[in-house]
T-cell receptor, first 113, second 115 residues
Framework: AQSVTQLDSQVPVFEEAPVELRCNYS??????LFWYVQYPNQGLQLLLK??????LVESINGFEAEFNKSQTSFHLRKPSVHISDTAEYFC???????????FGKGTKLTVNP | NAGVTQTPKFQVLKTGQSMTLQCAQD?????MYWYRQDPGMGLRLIYY???????DKGEVPNGYNVSRLNKREFSLRLESAAPSQTSVYFC??????????????FGEGSRLTVL
């Protein structure tokens, strides 16, 4: 069955430190992968997506993620985080041929001064 | 430019009461979705509508019904609310059916408490 696993429920880091939020997926068919971010008391917004082409995708605010088919992973990274990056991050998978987007359980990133 | 609008934003119900959550999008999207978000559970799909006139069950449909009233509006109804339905509900829309038609756009959520 298709599933998305986010290995860390909470990640605390200090400002300007690097961070990696891990995401693994399980699927027997082609997939499209997404990272969404949810700031407190708001809905989710798209951070970045992998549909096809280059396996390294970037967002406008410095995050990047790499699609690794052999390791079935789509980890999210940022080399230097800001206080404003404090939020919950959700990895999501869309299987080809399916209408359903499956979400991981989320990782709460807390950036401390 | 409103995007996806949900009403109400907050609601308290007693067990057994009914209510409808309303959702409207102004982006001319074909597909619409209802998710619930619970702590530590991520988002779970309740129902979706790939196009006007069609609806399908998601992961957790029991206790809910939906109506795709027209292309813009997709409502979620709780016929007899239960405490287990206490949650934050999100409506979302997408340009088209199919995995490669872009991302979901979410509303701000409706926080429902069932006593």
């Amino acid at each position: 069955a298709q599933s998305v696993t986010q290995l860390d429920s909470q990640v605390p880091v200090f400002e300007e430190a690097p961070v990696e939020l891990r995401c693994n997926y399980s699927s027997s068919v082609s997939v499209y992968l997404f990272w969404y971010v949810q700031y407190p008391n708001q809905g989710l917004q798209l951070l970045l997506k992998y549909l096809s082409g280059s396996t390294l995708v970037e967002s406008i605010n410095g995050f990047e993620a790499e699609f690794n088919k052999s390791q079935t992973s789509f980890h999210l990274r940022k080399p230097s985080v800001h206080i404003s990056d404090t939020a919950e991050y959700f990895c999501a998978m869309h299987q080809g041929g399916s209408e359903k987007l499956v979400f991981g359980k989320g990782t709460k990133l807390t950036v401390n001064p | 430019n409103a995007g996806v609008t949900q009403t109400p934003k907050f609601q308290v119900l007693k067990t057994g009461q009914s209510m409808t959550l309303q959702c409207a999008q102004d982006m001319n999207h074909n597909s619409m979705y209802w998710y619930r978000q619970d702590p530590g559970m991520g988002l779970r799909l309740i129902y979706y509508s790939a196009s006007e006139g069609t609806t399908d069950k998601g992961e957790v449909p029991n206790g809910y019904n939906v109506s795709r009233l027209n292309k813009r509006e997709f409502s979620l109804r709780l016929e007899s609310a239960a405490p287990s339905q206490t949650s934050v509900y999100f409506c979302a829309s997408k340009r088209g059916a199919g995995a490669n038609t872009g991302e979901l756009f979410f509303g701000e959520g409706s926080r429902l408490t069932v006593l």
